[in-house]
T-cell receptor, first 117, second 110 residues
């Protein structure tokens, strides 16, 4: 079946540095990918919708200059956490759907745990 | 938009049945989903149900939908220790993504 892969699965960085997380759809093309953030013992919070070839759509309260999203191809979206601080430490999960709208399964990556020291 | 609520914790013994409950707000939701998240991992779709169905069974999983009460439940028969995880119910959000409940942590003891 379709698979969504994230890399890296874990990353530790120093405060003030930037970190890039990749999300790939391995055997299907995804014009739209989604980035979520999950705090400990919390649900997933949608951060932004990544659109291939155009700007991402950010949810209210999510800083677009802080969380840069690039969807350069139909199989790759990247999330860059710029000038990371300890409060950015979290579990980031991407997802992608093969079909349009709510057809087809929404596949999730394995997640990337970011720890900012 | 959809808003989903679920109980946060459930503990059962191995071999018992587990029932995880969820309530939702948007009566126009066409699909409702159950996802499973194991520690440190992403989400895995377990099953989904169309709004025109009352029940769906898939091996050990049974989903019940009460549209009048906007209540969704997931029953796991013969629960195993490997079923220990967090279970999220989810409903449609916007054009193509989902909104999730806070998750129910299922702990299965031997």
């Amino acid at each position: 079946g379709a698979v969504v892969s994230q890399h890296p699965s874990r990353v530790i960085c120093k405060s003030g540095t930037s970190v890039k997380i990749e999300c790939r759809s391995l055997d299907f093309q995804a014009t739209t990918m989604f980035w979520y953030r999950q705090f400990p013992k919390q649900s997933l919070m949608l951060m932004a919708t990544s659109n291939e070839g155009s700007k991402a759509t950010y949810e209210q309260g999510v800083e677009k200059d802080k969380f840069l999203i690039n969807h350069a191809s139909l199989t790759l979206s990247t999330l860059t956490v710029t000038s990371a601080h300890p409060e950015d430490s979290s579990f980031y999960i991407c997802s992608a759907r093969e079909g349009e709208g709510h057809t087809g399964e929404l596949f999730f990556g394995e997640g990337s745990r970011l720890t900012v020291l | 938009g959809e808003d989903v609520e679920q109980s946060l914790f459930l503990s059962v013994r191995e071999g018992d049945s587990s029932v995880i409950n969820c309530t939702y707000t948007d009566s126009s939701s066409t699909y409702l989903y159950w996802y499973k998240q194991e520690p440190g991992a992403g989400l895995q779709l377990l099953t989904y149900i169309f709004s025109n169905m009352d029940m769906k069974q898939d091996q050990r999983l049974t989903v019940l939908l009460n549209k009048k009460d906007k209540h969704l439940s997931l029953r796991i028969a013969d629960t195993q220790t490997g079923d220990s995880a967090i279970y999220f119910c989810a409903g449609p959000l916007g054009y193509s993504t989902l909104t999730f409940g806070k998750g129910t942590m299922l702990l299965v003891s031997p």
